[in-house]
């Protein structure tokens, strides 16, 4: 029997217990039937890492959803090779709480699930909210809403050539949305550094810290579009090469023979 309606993997890095991921999930349900596999608890940050040291617990909270002791890029293995027993045709990622732009991109555990999905030939996104105004209110309900739209463009036509979505959505209700901007990734500036502590026991402990990111600004960004109230749609691929430099190596003349 023909399966109609389209099926559909929602993932995230916040974990199975972020409101992003319901809000995501609801919305792909009007869209399809949904499934979720999600890391058990919050796995920011952890890239397109994969458990490969230690087995993998599945549990099953309910119809189609699943928790795993993994990271977001194992939950789409898991969803992509061999644990469903269905193919998927559209991963969603998120929606995350906190944007991912420019650089944030590589150490984005909500990017990583969208560029699995994309790795395992299924047309993917990831979404991720801009930080709050007020410092504290989520509006999932406007990156759903976009999540819903967004999913169906995706299914009713094939997915550029070698790319998949990188959504972020500004924070706000939806009526104050400017429109929809199609970007390339900003700069971000990190102004991270390790700061040291001194525990109660009097030991020395280490937190990646500093102050909080800026970015160059700079038209056609992600970050622009954010700053304009525009949601930012980016295509990513997987191919890192830098091709201008390739010729440009090759006038290194690297050999064995150059000790
Ligand atoms: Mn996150």
Known sequence: MNHQRPRILVTNDDGIHSPGLTALADAMREVG???IIAP???RSAVSHSFTINHPIRAQSLGH????IDGTPADCVMFGTRGFLDYPLDLVASGINRG???GIDTVYSGTVAAAHEGHLCNVPSFAI?????????TYHFETGARFAKILARAILSRTMPDGAFLNVNVP???WEQLQGVAITRLGQRIYRDKIVRRVDPQGKEYYWIGGEAPTWVKSEGTDFHALEQDKISVTPLGQDFTQFHAIPELDRWNLSLNSE
């Open 64 to 67: 189609e959803v699943y928790i």
């Open 99 to 101: 944007p991912n732009l």
């Open 33 to 35: 039937d949904v499934c």
């Open 171 to 173: 924070n706000i209700p």
């Open 128 to 136: 991720s909210m801009d930080v709050p105004r007020d410092g504290y």
């Open 40 to 42: 058990d608890r919050e």
